[in-house]
C-alpha cells in the first residue's frame, strides 16, 4: 500500500510500525510560524495547551509556570494529546490533567474547575471550543496566541492508495489543490476527521487516541 502522510515524520519509525506491504511517503502542508510576543506575569492562574508548538513557543517567548507548592504559587497545566503532555515534560513541567480534544477537556473544567482562571497558549487557527464554552460558564479565560499555521496548498502529482490527515488545517491546505479520490483516508482524531467529512463522504478511519502511535496501528489494521 502507497500511503501519503500529511506530515514529516521520522521514516524508520513510521516504516517499523507498519512493517512490510507499506509504502509511506510524507509531505508537509501548513508551516508552522513562532510569534515574538512579551512575557507576562502568570500569577496563579490556570495554563492550557491544545498543541506541542503552543508548548514550545510559551518557552522561546521566556514564560515559566510557577511551581512553588509549599507557598500555594504555582500553575496548573491542562492540555490536549499524549504529544503535548511529554512535550511539556521536556521542559520540566507535569500536568494536572490531559484529555484527548478541546471538546473532552472543556467538559472536564466546566464539571471541575469553575473557579480557576484559565491562559491558553495556542496557534491563530485553534478551535474556539474552549473560547466559547468556558465564559459561558463564567470561568476566566483569556487566549494568548504565540504561533501561526501557514497554509502552503501544495499539488500532489503522484497517486497514492491512501493518506493520513494530523490537523483540520493540514486538510484545508490539502483539499485546496488535490481531490481526496483515495481508497482510504485516516485521521488521526475525531476533530481531524469532522473536516476532512466537510469534503467527502467517504467512510474515514479515526485513531482512537488522538496519537501517532495509535493512527498507525490503525492503518497497519485497515491496510491490510
Known amino acids: ?24 511517503s510524507f509531505l508537509e502542508v501548513i508551516k508552522i510560524n513562532f510569534l515574538q510576543i512579551p ?6 492562574q490556570s495554563l492550557i495547551f491544545t498543541s506541542v508548538n503552543g508548548v514550545e513557543a510559551f518557552f522561546k517567548n521566556g514564560f515559566k509556570p510557577q511551581d512553588n507548592f509549599a507557598e500555594r504559587n504555582f500553575n496548573k497545566i ?21 484529555k484527548k480534544n478541546a471538546k473532552e477537556l472543556s467538559e472536564f473544567i466546566i464539571e471541575n474547575c469553575g473557579k480557576e482562571k484559565f491562559i491558553h497558549f495556542c496557534g491563530n487557527l485553534a478551535l474556539d471550543i474552549l473560547q466559547e464554552k468556558l465564559p459561558l460558564q463564567n470561568i476566566g479565560y483569556k487566549k494568548v496566541v504565540v504561533y501561526e499555521t501557514e497554509l502552503i496548498y501544495p499539488k500532489v502529482e503522484e497517486e497514492f492508495d491512501a ?8 486538510v484545508r491546505s490539502f483539499v485546496a ?44 489494521q485497515e491496510g491490510k
Open 163 to 170: 493518506i493520513a490527515f494530523f490537523s483540520p488545517s493540514g
Open 78 to 98: 491542562y492540555c490536549v494529546g499524549k504529544k503535548t503532555k511529554i512535550q511539556l515534560r521536556k521542559h520540566g513541567f507535569g500536568v494536572f490533567k490531559m
Open 1 to 24: 500500500m502507497k500511503i501519503l502522510f500529511t506530515k514529516k515524520l521520522d521514516q524508520n519509525e513510521v516504516a517499523t510500525q507498519l512493517g512490510a506491504g507499506f509504502h509511506p
Open 177 to 220: 489543490n488535490n481531490p481526496l479520490n483515495f481508497k482510504q483516508i485516516f485521521a488521526i482524531g475525531e476533530t481531524t476527521a469532522s473536516e476532512v467529512m466537510k469534503h467527502t463522504s467517504q467512510k474515514i478511519f479515526i485513531g482512537k487516541d488522538n496519537d501517532l502511535s495509535a493512527l498507525l496501528k490503525l492503518i497497519k
Open 39 to 44: 512575557s507576562f506575569p502568570l500569577k496563579s
